[in-house]
C-alpha cells in the first residue's frame, strides 16, 4: 500500500507539470539518511543532530518497528555517523532497543566538550496505552532515560534513568524537547524537557555542571508550549523557541536574561509561522562576532509543509530573512554547524506524507539570504 501511495503522489507530481526533485531547493543535494519500509522499521520519525569536536555528525531517530505512532509503541533508537561533514553516512546503528512494545521515543542529542561524551536522551514508556479504566497506570507513564556512548556514538551504554529524586508530586510524564540540546559557553549541559500533569504542558531543562555525571531540573519556563529549542545569546541570556500548543499557527519566544532563572512572557512570533511542529534553532557568529541565529521548521500556519530556513540577526527579535528547502510535505528537524562552517539539516520528509524518510542536506549560511 504504501509503495502504492508513493507511485500516485509521483503521478500527480508528473500530471501537474512537476517533479519530485522540483519540491527542493535548486543547489541542494538531500541525501535520504533513514527511509520508512527499509531496515525492517516501518516507519523512521524524530530526527535529532549534532557535529562532535571531532567533526564526526551524529544523527539519531525514532524506529517504529511495527506500525506508526508515538510511544507506546515498539520503538528503538537508530543512529547513523559521518565523518565527511555529511557527504557519505555509515550504517545504523541500534543504540536502545528494547523488547516487545517497550518503547524509546523522541531523541535529544548532547555533547559534554571536556570528556567528548555523548548523551542520547529519550522518552521510555514500558507498554502499550490500551488499557482498561483502573488497569496499570505504569503502562501509561513517560519517564526520562538516556544512554552514553565515549567512542563517537560507535557503542551506546546500558540505559540511565535520569528522573530519580527530579520528578515532583503530580507529574505523570516526561520527555526531552526533541532534537538537541545546548553546551552553555560554560561548560553546562542543558537538555529542554516536557512535563505533562494531566492537565496541561509545562516546558522545563534538564542541566549538568559535572560534565553529565549528575543531572538537575530547572524551574518552569512557562505553559502552553513544548519540544523547546534553546540557544545561548549571552553569558546571562537564553531565548527558547518552542512549538505552540494552543495551535496559534506561529512558533513560540520566551527569553530569560538572568541564566534561566525568570522568564519573559510568551511572544506569538509573527515572522514565524508554525503548524504546532517541532522546529530548531542554533547559534553562530558572523565574521565580526555577531551573533546569527537559524532556525528550521515547516514554516506553514497548518500544514506540516515548506521546511524553511530562517535567520534573525538581533538575538530573536525579528527574523526577516528565510528560504526554503523542501516546499513538499515535512515536518520535524534539526539543525547543526559542520566542520566545515556548512548548516547541516536533517529533516522529515515525503511527497505524500512528511513521515516517508528523513533526509539530510547542507548548504553555506550565506545560501540562505543570496536565493541563489
Known sequence: MR????????????????????????????????????????EFRIPAMITLSSGTVITACDARVDRKGDVPNNIDQMVKRSTDNGKTWGKIITAVNFANQEGAGDPSLIQDAKTGRVFLFYTYCPGRNDVPEGGNAKQRHLSLQYVFSDDEGITWSMPQVVEHGLKKEGWHSMWPGPGRGTVLSDGRLIVPITVFDFEQFYSYYLFSDDNGISWDISGSIGTGFNEATLVEIDENTLLVNARNTNREGKRVIVTSVDRGKTWSEI???????????????????????????????????????????????????????????????????CLTVLQNGEIGLFYENGIDSPYEKISFVKFPIDWVSSKK
Not at 512537476?18 to 519540491?23: G, P, T, V
Request: charged share 20%; glycine share 8%; with cysteine.
Open 3 to 42: 509503495n502504492r501511495n508513493i507511485f500516485i503522489g509521483l503521478l500527480t507530481l508528473v500530471l501537474t507539470g512537476m517533479s519530485a526533485s522540483a519540491l527542493i531547493a535548486q543547489s541542494l543535494e538531500p541525501n535520504d539518511i533513514f527511509i520508512g519500509g527499509t531496515e525492517g522499521v516501518h
Open 267 to 333: 511572544i506569538y512570533h509573527e515572522d514565524l509561522p508554525d503548524p504546532t511542529c517541532m522546529g530548531s534553532c542554533i547559534r553562530i557568529k558572523d565574521k565580526k562576532g555577531k551573533n546569527i541565529l537559524i532556525f528550521s521548521n515547516a514554516a506553514d500556519p497548518k500544514k506540516r509543509q515548506n521546511m524553511t530556513v530562517t535567520l534573525s540577526y538581533d538575538n530573536g527579535k525579528s527574523w526577516p530573512v528565510k528560504r526554503t528547502v523542501y516546499e513538499g510535505p515535512s515536518a520535524y528537524s
